[in-house]
């Protein structure tokens, strides 16, 4: 059974930074994708990056130059470095995996989910 856990989240000022980790455990079989969403009440889901386990990376615009990706195949973890946060990065972040390549960029691709953790950024 593939589990997923978040940790990271917090509440900080607008320009901070946060950083959110997602251990991943149950899966040995293949490659795979591991991802970040985000989601706000009232609004869908949206990815924020994904990374596969070959090292290729994508970003959504709103998040480029400002959010970086960590990952450890060994470790099975991927973590989200973020700075300049801003007001509109509020959100319940998280992490997902697809069991196969390349990453959708899109929520419907995701085999598996966390529970999310909470990102609050104040103006």
């Known amino acids: 059974q593939v589990r997923l856990v978040e940790s990271g989240g917090g509440s900080v000022q607008a320009g901070g930074s946060l950083r959110l980790s997602c251990a991943m455990s149950?899966?040995?079989?293949?490659?795979?994708?591991m991802a970040w969403f985000r989601q706000v009440p009232g609004k869908e889901r949206e990815a924020v990056a994904t990374s596969d386990s070959d090292g290729k990376t994508n970003y959504a615009d709103s998040v480029k130059g400002r959010f970086t990706l960590s990952r450890d195949n060994a470790k099975n973890t991927l973590s989200l470095q973020m700075n300049s946060l801003e007001p509109e990065d509020t959100a319940m972040y998280y992490c997902?995996?697809?069991?196969?390549?390349?990453?959708?960029?899109?929520?419907?691709?995701?085999?598996?989910w966390g529970l999310g953790t909470l990102v609050t950024i104040s103006s």
């Open positions: 997902a995996a697809e069991m196969a390549l390349p990453c959708d960029f899109n929520d419907y691709g995701m085999d598996y």
């Open positions: 149950g899966w040995t079989y293949g490659p795979y994708c």
